[in-house]
């Protein structure tokens, strides 16, 4: 079965009293003293900006958690050898972006977010997962510390009432499922859709937007919907019951653990169930899940959605920016070829943003950065999809909210259609 598809759319005791107390501040705040230390925020002095960024470096989830800091550390460091970045206020500094493993573990986060805070930064950025962003959400706001271009497509994180020190950087999880259910009601042929989901807030917003999308639909039938928790090892038994149904699409709403996104494929053919497969953008790298399952071409169809481009696509590593993004990545990561998940590109591209914000920043400030960051519009970063660009003006809308349907072509993703 071939599905077609439509596109959506950062006096002498006294002096020496007050001296001394200058001089705590200034090392509180870890290196040179900005101009105007009283109105400075941690993590900013006139040389150098912090932020700080929590992500599973190790364990099942560390190639999307490393992909995920190395773009953006790739970016920084290739500003900073360049002499660093202009800001607003007319300062010019380099960026320290400091990684922490939280092992795609809450309470691992939380105490992240209080060691980041500790070592003075000045914020948080491009952290990622929805669980484990979840997890300090409360005490950023409490504490009042930007935690901003989060990679996860949890859209409370882009609810200003809810979340006023918080933006997301992905299309919120439910832009993606709408836009697979769409696509399988535009297609006009008679579907059921067996759907497995993560049972936290990542799942089950891939299957609101799903159910949205096919509401009122003739065509479109779910038939069973089976959830397992995140902590789960194995999905076997719940591809199982799934397959029992013959349906001949499977929403697979998982995040992007590699031995359960496998494992999930891999049942699936063993069973000879083999559906049309739809994958969040999270979790359908060809490199690093399609092509170990070992049983993709099993399929006549998978599909995911992307909001950028792919470092796999055959132009990418001659294009002018994929040649600068491959070469930074190459000399400041450990990342040694085209990365094999979409992380890396989405932490490059988090990144320039951050850069845009700084560069609209016209004081040394948490508060004056926040408003730089909801005040870019129509920004051209890198690597979006054509005619897409990055505006974070509105409530709701995460800074990337364009999204397409892609299937796969045996090496990588092309659109579908």
């Avoid at 169809?301 to 990418?316: H, K, L, Q, V």
Wanted: hydrophobic share 40%; with cysteine; aromatic share 8%.
């Amino acid at each position: 079965m071939k599905i077609s598809a439509h596109t959506r759319r950062a006096g002498a005791a006294i002096a020496a009293a007050a001296l001394l107390a200058g001089s705590l501040a200034a090392c509180a705040r870890g290196g040179d003293s900005p101009s105007d230390a009283s109105a400075s925020s941690p993590g900013i002095t006139d040389t150098t900006i912090t932020f700080g960024s929590t992500a599973p470096l190790t364990g099942p989830a560390a190639g999307v958690g490393n992909c995920a800091i190395d773009g953006a550390t790739a970016y920084f460091e290739m500003r900073n050898a360049e002499g660093g970045i202009a800001f607003g206020d007319g300062k010019t500094r380099t960026v320290e972006f400091r990684a922490y493993d939280d092992g795609y573990d809450p309470q691992r986060a939380a105490a992240n977010f209080q060691q980041m805070v500790s070592d003075g930064v000045v914020g948080a950025a491009l952290s990622l997962g929805t669980p484990t962003n979840r997890a300090w959400r409360e005490a950023a706001i409490a504490e009042e510390v930007p935690q901003v271009l989060l990679q996860t497509g949890d859209p409370i994180f882009s609810d200003r009432a809810e979340s006023p020190w918080q933006l997301g950087l992905l299309p919120i999880y439910q832009l993606e499922g709408e836009a697979f259910g769409r696509m399988l009601v535009d297609s006009g042929e008679t579907h059921e859709v067996a759907v497995l989901f993560q049972n936290d807030d990542f799942g089950e917003g891939y299957v609101e937007g799903l159910k949205r999308a096919i509401e009122g639909s003739e065509n479109v039938t779910i038939v069973k919907e089976v959830g397992y928790e995140a902590t789960a090892t194995d999905v076997s038994a719940q591809v199982t019951d799934l397959a029992s149904t013959g349906a001949d699409v499977f929403y697979n709403a998982m995040s992007s653990l590699a031995p359960l996104v496998i494992g999930s494929l891999q049942q699936a053919a063993s069973l000879n169930w083999t559906p049309s497969v739809f994958l969040p953008s999270t979790s359908s790298s060809p490199a690093a899940l399609l092509t170990p399952s070992g049983v993709a071409d099993r399929f006549p169809a998978i599909y995911t959605t992307a909001s950028s481009a792919s470092a796999s696509a055959p132009d990418f590593a001659t294009s002018e920016d994929g040649t600068e993004f491959l070469d930074a990545l190459a000399e400041y990561t450990n990342q040694d070829a085209a990365p094999g998940f979409p992380q890396c590109l989405w932490g490059w591209i988090g990144a320039s943003i951050l850069e845009e914000a700084f560069t609209h920043m016209q004081e040394p400030t948490r508060e004056s950065f926040m408003t730089a960051l909801r005040d870019i519009s129509d920004f051209e970063a890198p690597f979006l999809l054509p005619g897409a660009t990055i505006s974070t003006t509105e409530d709701g809308l995460p800074a990337m909210s364009d999204v397409q349907v892609m299937g796969y072509n045996g090496a990588g993703f092309s659109p579908a259609g």
